[in-house]
């Protein structure tokens, strides 16, 4: 019996959604439904929610892994793998913290699911959350992603705090995303801290000037230099979010907030990392910063939100590629 060819190209429709719905090569919302029996995703948020209205510094620390992970090798945990040479070890990465946060997480869901959620993925979900528990709002996340076999302190090539708007953009863009979104993802340094030693130079001997940066507010520069002595033996901390004030000399920072305060800082050059401040100077980046600034604080977060969607999304394994780990910090 012959079909006619209305009836062919349904069945061919159906052929291609059946094959479609059983392919795991690519990330998606919700990997997880129907894989465990458990909701994956609220048993990592019922953790790091509680725990980030505990300790505020989760926030900053995770959303710092997730960056250092997908910026070396793509996003698949291989910062969190131990060994005396692995990512760990690399001088950018020491001062990364959270990882007992992440070991928490994964126990927990290996306890519900072993062996089917993976390391790379917990970074991810609990940065979303860490994030939604500072007011920065809730967003849908892909998972599906598997873990690297492979972690070399020699591969960490990482932006550092004084490098160019230029150099940066031509290192996120190298990634796969764009300046825009470079600048939008910068706006995570509205929670956290820096140390001084990262910030010395632009409060004392800016490009061997021995003077202060003069992109710098004058009250801002004063207030950092109290904190950071120049001749002190103790690398202090100070917070990356200082306030959107143009005058007054402390502003009102609001450091544990996930919120656009960081981008109206920034613009009345009160930035304390070099390359905070260069974005809303350099011509690559001022008008999308003005944008953010002067725009509602939604506007900021739901940029910041695909900008994280995007990050995550980095050169990723998937399907059979790389492993799901029994332990975050060895590989099986």
Known sequence: ?????????????????NFADQSH?????????????????????????????????????LLRMQFHDCFVNGCDASILLDGSSSEKTAIPNLSVRGYDVID?????????????????????????????????????????????????????????????????????????????????????????LTHCSFIKNRLYNFNNTGSTDPTMQPGLAFFLKLKCPQTSTVDNTVDLDQGGSSSGLLGQPTSEIVDNSFYKQIVFRRGVLGIDQALALDQLTKDTVNKVAISSNDYFLTKFQQAMVKLGAVEVLTDTQGEIRKTCRATN
């Open 1 to 17: 019996m012959k079909m006619s060819a209305a009836a062919v190209a349904l069945a061919f429709a159906l052929v291609l959604a």
């Open 104 to 192: 928490l997480v994964k126990s927990a869901v290996e306890k519900w699911c072993p062996g089917v959620v993976s390391c790379a993925d917990v970074i991810v979900m609990a940065t979303r959350d860490a994030v939604a528990a500072s007011k920065g709002g809730w967003y849908r996340v892909q998972t599906g992603r598997r873990d690297g076999l492979v972690s070399l302190a020699k591969n960490v090539n990482l932006p550092g705090p004084s490098i160019s708007v230029v150099n940066s953009a031509a290192i996120f863009n190298s990634k796969g995303i764009s300046t825009e979104d470079m600048v939008y993802l910068l706006g995570g340094h509205t929670v956290g």
């Open 25 to 61: 090569g690519a990330l998606q919302e919700g990997f997880y439904k129907g894989k465990c029996n458990v909701d994956v995703e609220k048993t990592v948020s019922d953790i790091i929610t509680p725990l980030v209205g505990q300790k505020p510094w989760i926030t900053p620390a």
